[in-house]
């Protein structure tokens, strides 16, 4: 198929996807509401058909522009988000995380629709080596688990403090048990770290040099949210950390992440252009 008719499809793809993740986003919230019952199987085959569109669009938009397009800030947010949703669509067949397709999906969808934009401006692409691939992979991994785990972390915050004021609202009848939550965002936690850890090796390892001045604002602020997880981990193992202080070295580590990677990604695409 002729690159140009491809790209043509780009809108279509992008529609069908953005109404998916509403439908899945609607269907959740009639399941939080206590309208319906939750089915996994529906929901999981929407979560399925919405983030293989978006995938389509993603390697559409930046293999198939009929004009030359640079990987912009804005493309680099949608593909975290899609990796993000992807995350937890799987683990929904097998963990109670539905909840937090209510804060992905609006996401996604808005950066399907940022991808129908090119900006006109970013980082140019470049020829990857098969091990420095195997790096950025990890990392985007790792980047993508982290962002579930932070939304994980807002459920966890949010249900603690509801909790502890003897609120008994619908959003706490929703949710699993706080025990379970605060599993559940250790063990993404943990992903992200194991993610991170390889992210950050095989950086030092086959990256031409780590703390050069491209990397040096990203490798900084991303051993800093390694060392906050690890933090988190040890707390947690050691001395019992919950909710409260779990949910906010978790976002934390996030934070850092973004400052990492989004900072410098519009470091060079506008600052230093």
Request: contains cysteine.
């Amino acid at each position: 198929m002729p690159t140009t008719t491809l790209y043509s499809w780009l809108p279509a793809f992008g529609a069908i996807s953005t109404t998916f993740y509403a439908l899945g986003l609607a269907l959740q919230l009639a399941v939080l509401s206590g309208k319906i019952s939750q089915n996994r199987f529906a929901s999981g085959l929407i979560g399925i058909a919405a983030t293989a569109l978006h995938g389509a669009c993603i390697w559409i938009a930046l293999s198939f522009s009929p004009t030359e397009r640079t990987i912009a800030l804005l493309d680099s947010i949608s593909a975290i988000a899609f990796l993000s949703s992807v995350l937890i669509v799987v683990m929904a067949f097998f963990r109670p995380v539905h909840n937090l397709k209510i804060l992905i999906y609006p996401v996604s969808a808005v950066t399907v629709i940022v991808l129908l934009f090119p900006s006109g401006a970013g980082t140019p692409g470049i020829h990857l080596g098969t091990a420095v691939i195997w790096h950025v992979g990890f990392a985007v991994l790792g980047y993508a688990l982290m962002t579930v785990a932070a939304l994980q972390a807002s459920l966890v915050y949010l249900q603690h403090a509801q909790l502890k004021t003897r609120t008994n609202n619908r959003l706490i009848r929703a949710l699993p048990p706080l025990l379970l939550m605060e599993r559940l965002l250790i063990q993404m936690v943990t992903g992200a770290a194991i993610f991170l850890t390889l992210a950050i090796l095989t950086g030092f390892v086959f990256a031409d040099n780590f703390f050069a001045q491209k990397l040096l604002h990203k490798s900084v602020f991303t051993i800093a949210a390694w060392a906050v997880c690890i933090m988190l981990l040890l707390g947690r193992f050691f001395w019992g950390w919950r909710a409260k202080t779990a949910a906010v070295y978790t976002v934390s580590a996030l934070g850092l992440l973004m400052l990492g990677f989004l900072g410098s990604k519009l470091a060079l695409q506008y600052l230093l252009a």
